[in-house]
């Protein structure tokens, strides 16, 4: 199984970060995504699930800030791997510290959450869901006939559930919406800017029937909460040669394979797998053509199978009910079509479908011209990185170009 160093922590988006025992700089969080699901118009309260992940390696304990001027209750939480509750208590700023989370805050709260296994070296991710009611009335609040849930949301991806009997007539930040199966209207976005969202949401009573929308449920699908993630690292242009990563978690029970479709006019190598949860690693059986046929599998995103169809797949213990399972699958991909070198320029021209997307430029090649709105970083080790993060559920046309800086 390859590693990138460094460049593993550095590909998470939204990754939080604090410091050590030592005093050193480490990732603490990655991954966010969290739902309120508003509750009685006039209580001031809403139940909270927030979906997130440990990522410091070696960490045994996961540490949740209680936001000033709310009222926590009914906490609960569970290791989203193996579907099992979770010990925790609540704990001062101070214990905080000398439990495991170095630079907390003196002033907070924290829920302190002791996790199922120590977080993996390498990439490792501890995965948990916290779940409890805050009372906050300023935040959630009754004017004249409507409901106001007005909060500045640091978490990168996040949805708002409004209460049954209620309509949406005004939401100040760029929001998917959905009526969910229960009739209740779910506001959802991915903010992919540096700052937070200054979130407003109105709603005025109104009953809507629950009756399913016409339209086909995929494509409502909510941006925020999709788990796939892919980063590129460029080898140097002339080879057409590139490694990847691409993070993926399955929830289904009963399934036991992962299959990705190699892209046509690309060609995969060196295929390999682990379970960020556990670190363990995973086998890959590289298929193609009638091989696919001969092994029996079928599945929608292959198509019709040819002599040039190209499948990787990764298999694991089939999921039993409330399991689920980070998928870590890398290859190395070879395509002269879409990665090349031409005169002193590198090429770089592929879709991305994924919400999150990411590519590592050859060590001393600096980014000229990017089609795609992108953040630009600097990596551990000097690389240009750049993240083409997408809240629309549309592809990115990902064409850019760079150039080699002058010895």
Same mark, same amino acid.
């Given at each position: 199984?390859?590693?990138?160093?460094?460049?593993?922590?550095?590909?998470?988006?939204?990754? =939080?970060?604090?410091?050590?025992?030592?005093?050193?700089?480490?990732?603490?969080?990655? #991954?966010?995504?969290?739902?309120?699901?508003?509750?009685?118009?006039?209580?001031?309260?809403?139940?909270?699930?927030?979906?997130?992940?440990?990522?410091?390696?070696?960490?045994?304990?996961?540490?949740?800030?209680?936001?000033?001027?709310?009222?926590?209750?009914? &906490?609960?939480?569970?290791?989203?791997?193996?579907?099992? /509750?979770?010990?925790?208590?609540?704990?001062?700023?101070?214990? !905080?510290?000398?439990?495991?989370?170095?630079?907390?805050? !003196? @002033?907070?709260?924290?829920?302190?959450?002791?996790?199922?296994?120590?977080?993996?070296?390498? *990439?490792?991710?501890?995965?948990?869901?916290?779940?409890?009611?805050?009372?906050?009335?300023?935040?959630?609040?009754?004017?004249?006939?409507?409901?106001?849930?007005?909060?500045?949301? *640091?978490?990168?991806?996040?949805?708002?559930?409004?209460?049954? *009997?209620?309509?949406?007539?005004?939401?100040?930040?760029? @929001?998917?919406?959905?009526? &969910?199966?229960?009739?209740?209207?779910?506001? =959802?976005?991915?903010?992919?800017?540096?700052?937070?969202?200054?979130?407003?949401?109105?709603?005025?009573?109104?009953?809507?029937?629950?009756?399913?929308?016409?339209?086909?449920?995929?494509?409502?699908?909510?941006?925020?909460?999709?788990?796939?993630?892919?980063?590129?690292?460029?080898?140097?242009?002339?080879?057409?040669?590139?490694?990847?990563?691409?993070?993926?978690?399955?929830?289904?029970?009963?399934?036991?394979?992962?299959?990705?479709?190699?892209?046509?006019?690309?060609?995969?190598?060196?295929? @390999?797998?682990?379970?960020?949860?556990?670190? &363990?690693?995973?086998?890959?059986?590289?298929?193609?053509?009638?091989?696919?046929?001969?092994?029996?599998?079928?599945?929608? &995103?292959?198509?019709?199978?040819?002599?040039?169809?190209?499948?990787?797949?990764?298999?694991?213990?089939?999921?039993?009910?409330?399991? @689920?399972?980070?998928?870590?699958?890398?290859?190395?991909?070879? #395509? /002269? *079509?879409?990665?090349?070198?031409?005169?002193?320029?590198?090429?770089?021209?592929?879709?991305?479908?994924?919400?999150?997307? !990411?590519?590592?430029? /050859?060590?001393?090649?600096?980014?000229?011209? =990017?089609?795609? /709105?992108?953040?630009?970083?600097?990596?551990?080790?000097?690389?240009?990185?750049? #993240?083409?993060?997408?809240?629309?559920?549309?592809?990115?046309?990902?064409?850019?170009?760079?150039?080699?800086? !002058?010895?």
């Amino acid at each position: 199984m390859r590693t990138f160093g460094a460049l593993v922590v550095a590909a998470v988006l939204a990754v =939080s970060w604090g410091a050590d025992a030592q005093g050193r700089r480490q990732p603490q969080e990655a #991954d966010g995504y969290t739902r309120y699901e508003l509750l009685a118009p006039g209580s001031a309260k809403f139940r909270i699930v927030y979906d997130i992940t440990a990522v410091r390696p070696g960490a045994t304990a996961f540490f949740n800030p209680i936001r000033k001027g709310s009222v926590a209750s009914d &906490e609960k939480v569970t290791d989203l791997a193996t579907g099992q /509750p979770l010990a925790f208590k609540v704990v001062t700023g101070e214990e !905080a510290k000398t439990t495991g989370l170095p630079d907390a805050d !003196a @002033s907070y709260d924290y829920i302190r959450v002791e996790l199922a296994r120590p977080v993996p070296a390498d *990439g490792g991710q501890g995965r948990i869901l916290i779940e409890k009611t805050y009372e906050d009335p300023k935040s959630y609040k009754v004017e004249g006939k409507d409901i106001v849930f007005d909060r500045g949301l *640091g978490i990168k991806k996040n949805a708002v559930v409004l209460p049954l *009997g209620y309509v949406l007539i005004a939401c100040n930040y760029p @929001s998917q919406v959905t009526q &969910e199966a229960d009739g209740r209207l779910r506001i =959802s976005f991915f903010n992919v800017t540096p700052g937070e969202a200054p979130l407003k949401l109105r709603a005025a009573p109104g009953a809507l029937s629950a009756t399913p929308t016409s339209v086909k449920a995929s494509r409502f699908g909510e941006r925020a909460k999709q788990t796939r993630d892919i980063v590129y690292f460029l080898q140097s242009p002339e080879t057409h040669a590139f490694d990847l990563y691409h993070d993926y978690t399955e929830e289904k029970a009963g399934v036991s394979r992962y299959v990705n479709v190699v892209r046509t006019g690309s060609v995969a190598t060196n295929p @390999s797998a682990r379970d960020l949860d556990t670190g &363990e690693t995973i086998p890959a059986v590289h298929l193609k053509g009638a091989e696919i046929t001969k092994a029996g599998i079928d599945d929608p &995103e292959i198509g019709k199978i040819t002599p040039q169809s190209e499948i990787v797949v990764f298999n694991f213990k089939p999921l039993k009910a409330g399991q @689920s399972i980070r998928l870590r699958m890398s290859e190395t991909y070879t #395509d /002269p *079509g879409r990665y090349k070198l031409v005169g002193d320029e590198l090429v770089f021209d592929r879709t991305f479908g994924r919400a999150n997307n !990411a590519v590592v430029l /050859p060590k001393g090649w600096m980014l000229t011209n =990017s089609s795609a /709105p992108v953040v630009v970083s600097r990596t551990d080790d000097g690389r240009i990185r750049l #993240d083409f993060n997408n809240p629309r559920p549309d592809e990115v046309e990902a064409l850019f170009t760079a150039k080699k800086v !002058a010895p």
